[in-house]
């Protein structure tokens, strides 16, 4: 998978997820891209082990580049994104993934949590990010900061293309 989505959503399908999605779809337009709504882990997500989990942290693994989104809950990521970024080994669990944190926020108040919060999370989890984190309502509707992201990746500007989309990893109960 050259590209994996991770939602931190503790609603299903939700908008974290879509603009996760979306900013996968502007900055690799002819990658294949998978998702892992984390809320439909489920309570695996609780311990270690659990099949489903360990699943979805390889599909994490394997990415070339991984976007992880998040809205602010209380000034920070969601419990449930904590919960699958402790399935990851400390300092290599993404030893050579690119990661993008993405957070939706509801104003200014919320600038620095990815920055300050998410970012830091990742980097001991291992990920190299090339780029500052992102923040939805401001950045991945500008073209400046898809273009920083796309910068990153080696590209000169975002591509307009649309994604050939590959199965995503679906958890949970069916």
């Not at 489903?52 to 969601?78: D, I, M, Q």
């Not at 399935?87 to 620095?112: I, K, S």
Request: charged share 20%.
């Amino acid at each position: 998978m050259d590209v994996v989505v991770v939602a931190g959503n503790p609603k299903p399908a939700s908008r974290t997820l879509s603009a996760g999605v979306r900013l996968a779809e502007l900055v690799a337009p002819d990658a294949e891209i998978g998702t892992v709504d984390v809320i439909e882990l489920g309570a695996g997500l609780l311990g270690w082990g659990d099949a489903t989990v360990a699943e979805a942290v390889s599909l994490a693994k394997r990415a070339k580049l991984l976007v992880v989104a998040s809205p602010t809950f209380k000034g920070t990521y969601t419990g449930v994104l904590k919960l699958f970024l402790d399935q990851f080994e400390t300092a290599t669990g993404l030893a050579g993934v690119t990661a993008v944190p993405l957070m939706l926020g509801a104003g200014p108040a919320h600038a620095l949590a990815p920055e300050l919060l998410l970012k830091p999370v990742l980097v001991e989890v291992g990920p190299w990010s090339r780029t500052g984190p992102l923040r939805e309502r401001q950045e991945i509707r500008r073209p400046r900061g898809l273009r920083r992201v796309a910068r990153s990746l080696g590209r000169d500007r975002p591509p307009i293309h649309r994604v050939t989309r590959a199965p995503s990893l679906r958890c949970g109960s069916a």
